[in-house]
């Protein structure tokens, strides 16, 4: 079974301070991750995702993400934040490849103090 | 141009009550989804369709149907409505590549159907 954990419910950060958003994972096979944004009353938005390669991934927004295996970890990261990055973050794993569902994270709420 | 979108936005009924949520992509993808998204902002799969066959059918009441005419399209229908039925539903839309063409793909999300069952 796969399953995907963000510990932090909000996180709070001072706009133009860097933001870590965490995730861990926990799949069988290989694990396929992806964030999403989403803004009040609106659909989830595609941020990033890893599926193989270079550990490190760069998305939209100026953010990225580091794919960690030794710590089964995903965590969404921006060098300097905006008022506007204020919105839930869902991380999401999928196991292996073909018809498989992905599991959502519970979200954390990312709050941009100006 | 809207990618997915879903009809109505906001549905309004009584218990026992059946409804349904339309959904539609222009994006050609050959996977489509619905999400429940509860009140706690957890969100859930409920079905999964490609090129209109079920592949995913999670842990859902069959009060749950949903049908699929054609790759584009993806609708749900709700029969006999219950307080606990209340959530944002979301659609959302998925093309698989194979490994030579960059693996699994993000999905794109509608804009959520928020149900309210009085």
């Known amino acids: 079974a796969q399953s995907v954990a963000q510990p932090e419910d909000q996180v709070n950060v001072a706009e133009g301070n860097p933001l870590t958003v965490k995730c861990t994972y926990s799949v069988s096979g290989n694990p396929y991750l992806f964030w999403y944004v989403q803004y009040p009353n609106r659909g989830l938005q595609f941020l990033l995702k890893?599926?193989?390669?270079?550990?490190l991934v760069k998305g939209s927004y100026g953010f990225e993400a580091e794919f960690n295996k030794s710590q089964t970890s995903f965590h969404l990261k921006k060098p300097s934040a905006l008022v506007s990055d204020s919105a839930l973050y869902f991380c999401a794993v999928r196991d292996g490849w073909g018809y498989q569902k992905v599991t959502f994270g519970t979200g954390t709420k990312l709050q941009v103090i100006p | 141009d809207t990618a997915v979108s879903q009809t109505p936005k906001y549905l309004v009924t009584q218990m026992g009550n059946d409804k349904s949520i339309k959904c539609e992509q222009n994006?050609?993808?050959?996977?489509m989804y619905w999400y429940k998204q509860d009140s706690k902002k957890f969100l859930k799969i409920m079905f999964s369709?490609?090129?209109?066959?079920?592949?995913i059918n999670e842990t859902v009441p069959n009060r749950f149907s949903p049908k699929s005419p054609d790759k584009a399209h993806l609708n749900l229908h709700i029969n006999s409505l219950e307080l606990g039925d209340s959530a944002v539903y979301f659609c959302?839309?998925?093309?698989?590549?194979?490994?030579?063409?960059?693996?699994?793909?993000?999905?794109?999300f509608g804009p959520g159907t928020r149900l309210t069952v009085l």
């Open positions: 890893y599926i193989t390669g270079d550990n």
């Open positions: 959302a839309s998925s093309q698989d590549w194979g490994w030579d063409r960059g693996g699994p793909n993000e999905q794109f």
């Open positions: 994006l050609g993808h050959d996977t």
């Open positions: 369709y490609n090129n209109k066959e079920l592949i």
